[in-house]
């Protein structure tokens, strides 16, 4: 089939609206958020409806042609981008934002993949309910792309990851057959649990194209602490002293480093340090609680006078209100952008077990400093889960692409002493192109030898997402 032939039917298929083969039209969809990827493609397709995605999935099929499933774009490990071959084309579910259903008794929403992560936490928040995903990209990222990447963010501790909120999935299969599995029950145990082979598959065995999601009561009370720390081993014991204390009510502990800051505090205008002197590791700490006027301002400022006596906060500030609780998130929140100001961010999403966070940071530290005297060492993130944002800037002054050349290397150290504490080299990204080969240096060869085994059962043809996951054989 001819790209002009395979463009008609797509036309025929999807309409004007749905089919963009244009270059200048399709360049928004051809390079990811912070263009660190770009691809080419014979078209984007935008379906409407489940139903034109299977039509869409058929003819490719029949064609012989990869689909390249698309969301937001904000994915950082190029899942999302098709090869530069000009021959896949990408299948952007961006038309799919309808919110099919808010169901406050049996606590679940029902949604199509398109729709914006933003957009499902305020629907929840209109019906007085909790959707609990929020990550930084919450604003352009998409179910259907949270639900590929399984995503996490900054309320895992408490609510658990995409996987943990997600009740049932409608999957178009790489042959076009459409599995309605959208249903909303907390218990069924009737045969394999499927929806979790397409939870965090990264568009590689189907295309979502709905999910049911668990709801959780909405939160009434909330109190947020900016506390400075000596070390990450500090923060680790933070963590047991206001579960300890708070248990459950604890919903976000996030860590960084001094570096994060000052990366933050030069880039992102407004920021401000409200402690002021210099420390090196600050954690932001957010209780929460169902119940109104909860007195958690009250609680906090119990668990910081303990952390004070023993010597593990070295300061701290309890928010005053709102607007100091959103300048906090605003600080974390901002250092993912604030890096790229500083050259290449050469990004290290790792888990390593909470016990094992300041022996992991000063061990790789170690070895990272010994092979780049001057690198600069941003570490943040989801402390709670064990999950560490471990991005590398350049030394001052050097050259990018110096830099960028040892990528590999560096990634190389990270991960090995990642491996030694026995975590994973992907935390919350995925693996998508970008760590798809590096994943078979430390994932168990049986392990890849089931997904390829499901792979193959799924997608023979390997036309869905080729090239992401998966390490060749
Ligand atoms: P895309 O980037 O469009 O796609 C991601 C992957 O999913 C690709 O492999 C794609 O092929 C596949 N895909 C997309 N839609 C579908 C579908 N409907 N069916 C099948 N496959 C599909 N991630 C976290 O987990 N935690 C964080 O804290 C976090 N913070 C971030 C902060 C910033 C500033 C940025 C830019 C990103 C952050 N991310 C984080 C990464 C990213 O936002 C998540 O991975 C997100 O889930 C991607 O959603 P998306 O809609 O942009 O997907
Ligand atoms: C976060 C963003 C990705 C990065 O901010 O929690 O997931 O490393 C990260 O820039
Ligand atoms: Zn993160």
Not at 151 to 161: H, K, S, W
Not at 197 to 225: D, M, N, Y
Not at 282 to 290: A, G, P
Not at 399 to 426: H, K, Q, W
């Amino acid at each position: 089939m001819t790209r002009d032939d395979l463009t008609t039917r797509l036309s025929s298929l999807v309409g004007d609206a749905g089919l963009i083969t244009e270059a200048d039209r399709m360049s928004g969809y051809l390079t990811d958020w912070r263009h660190a990827y770009a691809g080419s493609a014979a078209a984007v397709v935008r379906p409407a409806s489940t139903a034109e995605v299977a039509a869409v999935v058929r003819l490719c099929r029949e064609a012989g042609v990869a689909v390249v499933p698309q969301g937001g774009n904000t994915g950082l490990c190029g899942g999302s981008m098709p090869d530069s071959s000009g021959r896949q084309v990408v299948l952007s579910l961006d038309r799919m934002r309808r919110i099919r259903g808010v169901d406050p008794v049996n606590q679940t929403i029902t949604v199509e993949a398109g729709v914006i992560l933003q957009s499902v936490q305020e629907v929840a928040a209109a019906e007085g309910c909790l959707f609990p995903l929020s990550l930084g990209a919450e604003g352009s990222c998409t179910i259907g792309g949270n639900l590929s990447t399984n995503a996490g963010g900054t309320g895992v501790l408490r609510y658990g990851n995409m996987r943990d909120l997600t009740l049932g999935l409608e999957v178009v299969l790489p042959d076009g057959r459409i599995w309605n599995g959208l249903r909303g029950l907390r218990k069924d145990n009737t045969g394999y649990d499927l929806k979790h082979l397409f939870i965090g598959a990264e568009g590689t065995l189907g295309v979502i194209t709905a999910a049911v999601l668990k709801l959780f009561p909405a939160v009434r009370s909330r109190a947020t602490a900016w506390v400075a720390l000596p070390s990450p081993q500090a923060a680790v014991d933070l963590i047991g002293l206001v579960r300890a204390l708070c248990g459950d009510r604890l919903t976000g502990f996030e860590i960084l480093s001094r570096q994060s800051l000052d990366f933050v505090l030069r880039h992102r205008a407004g920021s401000r340090d409200l402690l002021g002197a210099v420390h090196p590791w600050y954690v932001l700490v957010e209780l929460s609680d169902t119940l109104p006027g909860a007195g958690l301002d009250g609680l906090l400022e119990t668990a910081l006078a303990e952390a004070f006596d023993r010597a593990v906060a070295s300061d701290a500030v309890v928010a005053s209100g709102p607007a100091q609780v959103a300048a906090l998130w605003a600080l974390r929140e901002g250092i993912s952008e604030a890096q790229n100001f500083e050259g290449p961010s050469l990004k290290h999403d790792v888990t390593v077990p909470v016990s094992s966070i300041a022996a992991f940071v000063e061990q790789t530290d170690r070895a990272l400093r010994a092979a780049v005297p001057g690198i600069r060492i941003v570490t943040y993130g989801h402390i709670g889960d064990g999950n560490l944002h471990y991005n590398l800037s350049k030394p001052v002054g050097s050259d990018d692409d110096a830099f960028r050349a040892r990528a590999e290397e560096l990634a190389r150290v990270v991960y090995d002493s990642t491996s030694s504490f026995d975590g994973s080299i992907s935390a919350e990204h995925g693996l998508g192109q970008s760590k798809r080969d590096v994943i078979a240096t430390y994932k168990d060869a049986t392990e890849l030898d089931l997904m390829r085994g499901i792979k193959g059962l799924f997608d023979p043809g390997s036309l869905m997402n080729p090239g992401k996951v998966l390490p060749h054989a």
